[in-house]
């Protein structure tokens, strides 16, 4: 059963950093790709970034570009999120999500092609 904890959310200042962990549990995750979501109140949950496990390939949204990095650690089983330059509107719910990839890692913003989900983690950012 494939397991994924999310962690390293919490209230922050505009303009400074964080970074979340998921830590991923219950396979092999060579064949994986991992991503970032992130859903505010009232909002529909949106594509942060991902990665496929075996390359390393990122893959970001536009507007998550530059202020953003995601990363894996293979011998921890980990996807990072590093957040720089926080702004108020990047407050969310933050989701880590999994889902097998054979061939081409499409539709990778599209969260419904996710089979794998975290609790989430709440990101507050004050101005």
């Known amino acids: 059963q494939v397991q994924l904890v999310e962690s390293g959310g919490g209230l922050v200042q505009a303009g400074t950093s964080l970074r979340l962990s998921c830590a991923a549990s219950?396979?092999?995750?060579?064949?994986?790709?991992m991503g970032w979501f992130r859903q505010a109140p009232g909002k529909e949950r949106e594509f942060v970034a991902a990665i496929r496990w075996i390359s390393g390939n990122t893959y970001y949204a536009d507007s998550m570009k530059g202020r953003f990095t995601i990363s894996r650690d293979n011998a921890k089983n980990t996807v990072y999120l590093q957040m720089n330059s926080l702004k108020p509107e990047d407050t969310a719910v933050y989701y880590c999500a999994a889902r097998q990839v054979l061939y081409t890692f499409n539709y990778y913003s599209d969260y419904d092609t996710y089979n794998y989900w975290g609790q989430g983690t709440q990101v507050t950012v004050s101005s």
């Open positions: 219950g396979r092999t995750f060579s064949s994986y790709a």
